[in-house]
Nanobody, 128 residues
Framework: QVQLVESGGGLVQPGGSLRLSCTAS????????IGWFRQVPGKKREGVSC????????TYADSVKGRFTISVDNFKNEVYLQMDSLKPEDTAVYYC?????????????????????WGQGTQVTVSS
């Protein structure tokens, strides 16, 4: 049974940094894609960044390119999202997601209702 558990959210000032972590269980990383979605109240969930755990190729939403970095540790079965230069518009609940696809774009561009595996979410608030 696939389980995803996020940690690392919190309150940060604009321009600050946060690092989210997601621990996966029930399967081994190293084959398929894992990533991060986020949801602002009143809006649908959107793909932020996804990574192939096979070749470590990545994809990012245009709104976070150059500021966020996704990485994975296959030995620890963990995926991370380093978020720098945070903006108030980054405020959202961030979810770790996983699907049996091979390309990062295939996961990050999925409609949220097509994704089977979600973590419980972690709140990120960017505010002064």
């Amino acid at each position: 049974q696939v389980q995803l558990v996020e940690s690392g959210g919190g309150l940060v000032q604009p321009g600050g940094s946060l690092r989210l972590s997601c621990t996966a269980s029930g399967f081994r990383l190293g084959e398929y894609v894992i990533g991060w979605f986020r949801q602002v109240p009143g809006k649908k969930r959107e793909g932020v960044s996804c990574i192939s755990t096979r070749d470590f190729s990545t994809t990012y939403a245009d709104s976070v390119k150059g500021r966020f970095t996704i990485s994975v540790d296959n030995f620890k079965n963990e995926v991370y999202l380093q978020m720098d230069s945070l903006k108030p518009e980054d405020t959202a609940v961030y979810y770790c997601v996983q699907e049996w696809v091979l390309k990062p774009e295939s996961l990050c561009k999925m409609d949220y209702y097509d994704i089977d595996y979600w973590g419980q979410g972690t709140q990120v608030t960017v505010s002064s």
